[in-house]
C-alpha cells in the first residue's frame, strides 16, 4: 500500500511570493491533516478535512494560508504571500476514521520550506 | 487546556544501553488516546503506538515498551538494547474526542557506536 505522498519535497522561495503543497492521502483516508513543524519543534495542526468538508481551520492563518481538498482525495495547501516566519516542514496526514481500531494518522515526508 | 510536555530535549547514550523517554500529559478529558511517533532524519513521522485512556497496561513490542499509567498522567517509552539505528527525534501526542491532536516537542535520541 503506498502512503501518504506530498509534492514537492523542497521549495526555496522570496518572501512575499506564493507558493503551494500537494498532498495525496493513502488510499482510502478519509480524514487529511495539515501540520506545520517548525525546527525543534513537534508538528502543529494547521487544517483538518473529512472528506471534502475543512471540519478544524481554526489554527490556519487565513490572510495568507489557503486550502483545499474539492474531491475528498488529494489536498491543497497555499501560501500568498509568503513571509519570512513561513519557513518550516509542511506535513500531511491522513487516516481511516471509521471505528475504534483507525486512530493512527500517516504521515508523508512533508515539504521544507524556505522563504528567503 | 490540553498540553504534552516531554522534559528531555536531547538524550546520548551508548549503543546497547537502555533508555526512557519521558512524556507527561494534561487535559481534563475523560476518554483520551496517546502516541508515540518517530521522526528518523529523512523526516517522515513513523507511527509506533497508540493507547486510549481506557487501557492501562503496559505494552511491548521486540525491544520496545511502554509504560502508561494515568495516576501521574504519563505515558513513558523505553527501549531497551538500544541501537543506532534508533536515533531519531521520537514524540509523544495526545488526541482528545474532538479529534484534536497535541505533539510534545519531541526528544532528539542520539545512539553513540
Known amino acids: 500500500e503506498a502512503g501518504v505522498v506530498q509534492s514537492p519535497r523542497y521549495k526555496i522561495i522570496e518572501k512575499k511570493q506564493p507558493v503551494a503543497f500537494w498532498c495525496n492521502p493513502i488510499s482510502g483516508h478519509n480524514t487529511l491533516y495539515w501540520y506545520r513543524q517548525n525546527l525543534g519543534q513537534g508538528p502543529e495542526l494547521l487544517i483538518r478535512y473529512e472528506n471534502e468538508e475543512a471540519v478544524d481551520d481554526s489554527q490556519l492563518p487565513k490572510d495568507r494560508f489557503s486550502a483545499e481538498r474539492l474531491k475528498g482525495v488529494d489536498s491543497t495547501l497555499k501560501i500568498q504571500p509568503a513571509e519570512l516566519g513561513d519557513s518550516a516542514v509542511y506535513l500531511c496526514?491522513?487516516?481511516?476514521?471509521?471505528?475504534?481500531?483507525?486512530?493512527?494518522?500517516?504521515f508523508g515526508p512533508g515539504t521544507r520550506l524556505t522563504v528567503t | 487546556a490540553q498540553k504534552v510536555t516531554q522534559a528531555q530535549t536531547e538524550i546520548s547514550v551508548v549503543e546497547k544501553e537502555d533508555v526512557t523517554l519521558d512524556c507527561v500529559y494534561e487535559?481534563?478529558?475523560?476518554?483520551?488516546?496517546l502516541f508515540w511517533y518517530k521522526q528518523p532524519p529523512s523526516g517522515e513521522l513513523v507511527f509506533l503506538i497508540r493507547?486510549?485512556?481506557?487501557?492501562?497496561q503496559n505494552e511491548i513490542s521486540g525491544r520496545y515498551s511502554w509504560n502508561f499509567q494515568k495516576s501521574t498522567s504519563s505515558f513513558n517509552f523505553t527501549i531497551t538494547a538500544s541501537q543506532v539505528v534508533d536515533s531519531a527525534v521520537y514524540f509523544c501526542a495526545l488526541m482528545n474526542r474532538d479529534d484534536k491532536i497535541i505533539f510534545g516537542k519531541g526528544t532528539r535520541l542520539h545512539i553513540l557506536p
Open positions: 496526514a491522513s487516516r481511516h476514521r471509521q471505528g475504534e481500531l483507525s486512530y493512527e494518522q500517516y
Open positions: 487535559t481534563r478529558d475523560t476518554t483520551y488516546y
Open positions: 493507547r486510549n485512556s481506557f487501557d492501562e
